[in-house]
């Protein structure tokens, strides 16, 4: 199984980004495992952003609900996060993960 991410970068705040995470996994992995992704800043304990279940209900941490958007593509493997209305807080390394298995993870820097 392998997880990438990729669509972070600098953004300025109130911006947008679209991250990817995209799936290399045998058979059904995809389909049937919530997918999720977390965050970490420096100095700071991870925190869980966004998850998505099989049946595509999502949830959302307390602190990027109204403004995250997660979602997922069957046809191409990929599990995205929209990001709206973007604040300097929300700058960390942004990694996707699916039952045991991490991404290398993209970072994202809001500026002010």
């Known amino acids: 199984v392998e997880l990438v991410e990729s669509g972070g970068g600098l953004v300025e705040s109130g911006g947008s980004l679209k991250l990817s995470c995209a799936c290399s996994a045998p058979g059904d992995f995809f389909t049937t495992n919530d997918f999720l992704w977390f965050r970490q800043a420096p100095g700071q304990t991870g925190e869980q952003v966004a998850r998505i279940t099989p049946g595509d209900v999502a949830t959302y941490g307390d602190s990027v609900k109204g403004r995250f958007t997660i979602s997922r593509n069957q046809a191409e493997n990929t599990i995205y996060l929209q990001m709206d209305n973007l604040k300097p807080e929300d700058s960390a390394v942004y990694y996707c993960?699916?039952?045991?298995?991490w991404g290398q993870g993209t970072r994202v820097t809001v500026s002010s």
């Open positions: 993960y699916a039952n045991q298995y």
